[in-house]
Nanobody, 122 residues
């Protein structure tokens, strides 16, 4: 069973930092690109950052470039998202998944974890 377990979210003041973690299981983690997504109420889930299976290259949406860093530890089947200089627009539920352009399916099923909520506010 493919599983994604996100953690590390919370309440942080503007300008602060958080590190999100995503533990993946049920597939050969080191063989897949991985991505972080985020979603706010009433909006579609958007891909925020992606990392190749080897760790290089990476990509980011424009609004987080220079502030967020995605990296992975294939020995721990875990992908991370270091978020710095957070602002209110980063408030969302963050999810991880396999894939570079879109979430991969496994056996024609797209799996999602519960996500981890990030709130940026005073």
């Amino acid at each position: 069973q493919v599983q994604f377990v996100e953690s590390g979210g919370g309440l942080v003041q503007p300008g602060g930092s958080l590190r999100l973690s995503c533990a993946a299981s049920g597939f050969t983690f080191s063989g897949y690109d991985m991505s972080w997504y985020r979603q706010t109420p009433g909006k579609e889930r958007e891909l925020v950052a992606a990392i190749s299976s080897s760790g290089i290259p990476t990509k980011y949406i424009d609004s987080v470039k220079g502030r967020f860093t995605i990296y992975r530890d294939n020995s721990k089947n875990t992908v991370y998202l270091q978020m710095n200089s957070l602002n209110a627009e980063d408030t969302a539920v963050y999810y991880c998944n396999a894939g570079w352009y879109a979430a991969r399916t496994f056996g024609n099923i797209q799996y999602w974890g519960n996500g981890t909520a990030v709130t940026v506010s005073f």
